[in-house]
């Protein structure tokens, strides 16, 4: 019997729902339960695969194929548990579904209402593709208060009188602010969210407080009083300084406790926190830097890259060094400068990317990567741009290029009409920007004795993808004639999964993007092998 937890938050975004929903899930899950995470998004977008990153950051790809919101990342690297693409909706995608609906007839002629329509609709989401889990987390994005969530917030509300308080429980997350020019921490927004979730009709059984400090228990009683929460139920997530401590400061904290306490459930098995423990110790404490450069188009914004990032710690805690992460615009990149810009840099990375914007930079850093010998990866385009760059400068085809980027260039990278799935042709298009691409877990076969295949100690491998354009394989005995190998193929032999240079100490490109399957207890390979190679330049 599953029992269900909603997450909102209140006072401003950004919080950490969903490392508060991905840290509880971990805990509950080493207690001995099987958990699901699930995310409900209030904007109005399909998903957010049409969004900029500088919008909504990076988009997350499941293993089946969903372009989904961030927070899905947090909750496979913190579980170990694969989401699914019924794992997030949206309100656009809610929309679309009920007035296809409604074009077809049917509903048979009715007036198509928010409610209970729209709520239904969310009711079934929350429902749908659920087995034998013990506890289903449902995190609702934005802010209470929102006119965006109000559909979801009445859905949830609904939900738990249909099954029962004693098989749903609210979390409230929020802002407990301290302000310096008098010294006191404030409760005041706290209570006005949940007053404002609670004039809705949704009391919630645990408030988790987000504060610079610890609270006082005097403060803890007063939110404890005016928002009708037990003082145990009142738990607070003091900022730290790696998204690691967050498990264990919320077990020290208890909530894992307090939530089975509800549900009247007693643990099945001891939480083993020590390998967290070894993982923030590194983080933190480790003397020994790597400095990676990452270029990319949209640096600026943190969540962007998210999931890297997080891959390329993980690669650092493998090898015992901190990874610091070096930002480079791609567009600000002068030839004139590349030396300077890279003098201190024992890595290069280059991620995915769309558009024509900032290429210039990235083929420029590459060319800097392969002559100077320093460890360069190349993600999804990453890989493309290494591919031009290679046809430019060593096959000597000046008009190499993307025909994603320009028409009228010799086509090293090209649009993907159609490809091979488990035996299945799926056909691609660029009309419909929406989940069109190739999406999801692909099959990669390795060469034997390549460098990737001794990465990965393994004959074949899946990663998953997210791209429309493909490297053009008609070129792979020119490439390979002067040294970049295709080391990594699709079984049926059409598509270039992953590319290596010889006689270079650590060069390589894939199509897929690799970061998404990295967790910090279980690092990706690839990764590690890059930290390591930067480690040793």
């Known amino acids: 019997m599953a029992r269900y937890i909603f997450v909102t938050g209140g006072v401003v975004s950004s919080l950490g729902k969903g490392l508060s929903s991905a840290s509880l899930a971990y805990l509950l899950k080493s207690q001995g339960y099987k958990v699901r995470v699930r995310k409900m998004d209030p904007y109005l977008n399909v998903d957010p695969g049409t969004m900029s990153p500088f919008q909504h950051g990076e988009v997350f790809v499941t293993d089946d194929g969903a372009e989904t919101d961030l927070d899905l990342g947090h909750y496979e690297r913190f579980t170990n548990i694969s989401a699914k693409q019924s794992d997030n909706i ?178 099945k098995k001891k939480v083993n926190l020590t390998n967290w423990r070894k993982i923030t110790k ?30 390329l710690i993980h690669g650092g805690i493998k090898n015992n060094v901190k ?58 385009f990453g890989m493309q741009m290494a591919m031009v760059e290679f046809a430019k400068n060593v096959l000597k085809i000046k008009n190499a290029g993307s025909t994603e980027l320009t028409k009228n260039v010799f086509p090293i990278i090209a649009l993907i009409n159609e490809w091979n799935k488990n035996g299945k042709l799926i056909k691609g298009t660029n009309k419909n920007l929406g989940g069109t691409m190739r999406l999801g877990s692909y099959e990669a076969k390795l060469r034997h004795n390549s460098l990737i295949q001794k990465i990965y ?53 894939v199509q897929f993007h690799p970061e998404f399957k990295s967790r910090p207890l279980s690092p990706h390979p690839l990764f590690c092998s890059f930290i390591k190679a930067a480690k040793l330049n």
């Open 90 to 267: 949206t309100t656009g995608k809610i929309y679309s579904e009920i007035i296809k609906k409604e074009r077809e007839g049917g509903y048979l002629g009715k007036t198509v209402q928010v409610i209970p329509h729209v709520t239904d609709r969310i009711k079934k989401f929350i429902k749908t593709d659920i087995k034998n889990e013990d506890f289903v987390i449902c995190e609702i994005g934005g802010t209470v208060g929102d006119i965006e969530s109000l559909p979801f917030l009445e859905a949830i509300r609904q939900f738990s009188n249909e099954i029962g308080r004693n098989k749903t429980m609210f979390i409230h997350l929020t802002l407990v602010p301290f302000l310096k020019s008098s010294d006191e921490i404030k409760t005041k927004p706290t209570q006005h969210s949940v007053k404002e979730l609670r004039s809705i009709g949704i009391q919630p059984d645990i408030v988790i407080c987000r504060s610079q400090q610890s609270i006082p228990l005097d403060q803890r009683k007063k939110i404890s009083l005016f928002c009708n929460v037990p003082i145990q139920n009142v738990i607070e997530t003091v900022d730290v300084k790696t998204i690691y401590e967050a498990p264990i400061s919320f077990y020290n904290e208890k909530l894992d406790k307090q939530v089975l306490r509800y549900f009247k459930l007693k643990s």
């Open 282 to 311: 590194t983080v933190l404490n480790t003397k020994r830097t790597v400095n990676i450069a990452i270029i990319g188009k949209y640096v600026n914004l943190k969540d962007a890259y998210k999931s890297l990032d997080e891959a």
């Open 323 to 380: 990874v610091n992460l070096i930002r480079i615009e791609s567009d600000k990149i002068k030839k004139n400068q590349i030396s300077k810009i890279f003098k201190n840099v024992s890595g290069l990375l280059i991620p995915g990317g769309f558009g024509k914007r900032g290429t210039d930079g990235k083929i420029a850093a590459i060319n800097y990567a392969r002559k100077n010998k320093i460890p360069f990866l190349g993600i999804c």
């Open 457 to 509: 100690k393994s004959k074949s491998v899946f990663e998953r993808h997210r791209h429309r354009y493909e490297v053009n394989n008609r070129l792979k005995d020119k490439f390979e004639k002067k040294g970049l190998i295709f080391s990594g193929m699709s079984p049926d032999d059409q598509l270039p999964e992953i590319v290596e240079l010889n006689n270079h100490p650590w060069f390589i490109g």
